[in-house]
């Protein structure tokens, strides 16, 4: 679509290096575990209880991971509706990322939801239940995964069309057959990707509004939703950043010049943030709760603290102008925002009554090898497929003609 | 598509903004009733001898399994230390440590809320409440075991059985399927020797409990827990001590389940916000697509492209009429 479909290349490398074997072994960890889980039940791996439920496969897999898989929705915001096109090299690796982190959060689910042999319901109108807010936000999800790999279509697509020995000519046949029809609509899908994440992030934070007794008030608030939205868009735009950084350095490519001026949008975006949060706190007589030096308040200083850390670092010129600074400011920006969320999905979350809960060693092995597997497969796929940003100067003349 | 008038523009624009400034305008709850035919219980703790028959009988007609002490190595003994998947209906026992006057015995099983958060939050309607009688109760057929009703009950009431390779959601339905259908009364009305606990329309309870207050005043608490807690719920109580030493959760008025519809039906009413959200943003990144030189340059990309496409295409047919000859 857009144009420049000579920005991307593929990244020419070893797949199987020793990076890629560690990664091999959480990933097996994680699946075995899993398999465990599904033959003994999900009590005899989790500290899940009648009190809390949820756990880090939700309050992680699902409502955090997600938000750093907003990449690629903050990436197409700027490009598509920004009309930044500068930015365009940048987008696919951001929708890359993207899709595996909702793949994650799509396997975690299934692997949370007790009785997942009925997920099926999901499909029957007669049993659609409009006012739930988790229906939205899986309806919601799941199309928004079908959408993620449509826009990462292409990438696969041209692989095999510029494929030089014909090792797959039926595949190569139909890819030159699809993609320029697909080349065609694929504005409308991007759109759609950037209405599905504006409605589902949203939800993610309309579905604390329900436990509103059990919500620590710091937290619960009626405009749940507009805070989470918001705080999806900075941690996406960090998240890009720190993607680019991390290849950069794993891969030993140069630093991606359009991501540090990239990182001048985070401050506004948080600075608005951080004006709904404290109008909201102060409207809802909260402040004094904020600051009142127990553990609510230390956790709720400890997401401001980060979030204000990134935001101030980004604020300045000189700090932009170095890589590293701009890395960290995202680090700390992605870790803010993420604390945030689960500040309402864990942290600030007390059912009435003695229940406690911290993550079992195979919970937490469980998310770790979904992640892993993540990582994994983003890796082998830009090694396998023009997904990463043309680097400047390599066939100078093309990545002049594209500016 | 790009034939769009300003106006058209600000109007979708101000949808799209919509979505996302809805859940500010938030308006006050609506006013939650119960409906006269609506059903519940009625249990006066100041009645409760503590006998448990109401738990045992609950557990024989709703086939719930034994849930032995810790260290019970014969496991003989039902001794539930709370509700859990083995348990929809127990009886506790408050004593206070300096008063021993101030000792009460209550039982706890779901309210059956007017506005129940449990049937809001379930995604796919396995949790119902029943029209007419108000009773809230569980399909597990179609229970994907998400476990959001959990989250959602202020009461804590619904139950996983975390142990189980192929769980289910455990709760109180009133023995809707067993006793009330059998017999008229849910199991623990129908064994209670002191009628601590009575079945019974929602109105003419909450009558019954108003006339045992107003003949008694001194005995009981001024509160009758469950007239407005949440909205209201159609498992009400009177007690002689606080509720609060009985483990009862002070709650608003308001129900959080019909805050949370209102939040979510103000962003997706008619799915006009949405929609127009799509068209807002397409709008935007149609019309900057076309911005004039990237569309010169699009043009040269997707040429060239088509005509690499096309002489590939070519070529394969020609291999092809080949190998037929
Ligand atoms: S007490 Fe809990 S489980 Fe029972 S109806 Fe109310 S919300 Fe649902
Ligand atoms: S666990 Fe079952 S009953 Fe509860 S909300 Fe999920 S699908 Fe509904
Ligand atoms: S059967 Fe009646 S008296 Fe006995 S414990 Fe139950 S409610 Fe109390």
Redesign the pocket.
Known sequence: MAGNHNDYQVHKAKILTPAFYVLLFFTLLGFMLIAYRFVMGIGAVSNLSDGYPWGIWIAYDVATSTAFACGGYAMALVIYIMNRMKYHPLIRSALVTSMFGYMLAGMSVMVDVGRYWNAYSFFMPSRWQPNSVMFEVAVCIMAYNVVLIIEVMPAILERFIHMKENKFPKLKHYAMIIYPKLDKVLIFIVILGITLPSMHQSSLGSMLIIAKSKLNPIWHTQILPLLFIINALYIGYATVIFESFASSMAFKRPFEKEVQQLSRIIPYVTGIWLSVRFIDLYIRGQLSAAFAGDYYSWMFLAELLLILTGTYILMWKQYRQSPRMVFIAAMLLMIGGGWYRFNVYIIGFKPHGNWSYFPSLPEFFITVGLVAFEILGYMVLIKLFPIMPKVHGEHGSDAAKAH | MMKKTRRDFLKTAAAGGALMLAPLSVQAQQEIKADDEAVGMFYDSTLCVGCKACVSKCKAVNDMAAAPMPGDSDRLWDAPEDLDYRTRNIIKLYKNEEDVNDHAYVKH?????IK??????CPVSA?V?EEGTGI?FYDKNICIGCRY?QV???????KFEWPETFPKIV??DLCKFTNLKLKNIPACCEVCPTNAVIYGKRKDLLAEAKRRQAANPGKYQKAIYGEFE?GG???IYLAGTSFENLGFPKLDHESA?LMSEHVQHTVYKGFIAPVALYGFLAFIALKNRKSADQVAHEHEVEHELEVEIQHELEKEKEEKKEGKH
Not at chain 2, 109 to 113: D, G, T, Y
Not at chain 2, 116 to 121: F, Q, T
Not at chain 2, 152 to 158: D, E, Q, R, T
Request: net charge positive; hydrophobic share 40%; charged share 5%.
């Open positions: 099983q779901c309210m059956h809320c129940p958060a449990c049937v809001s939050a949790m409440k809230v009703c959602a009950c202020p009461f804590n009431i619904p709760k109180c949440v719920t159609n498992v389940a």
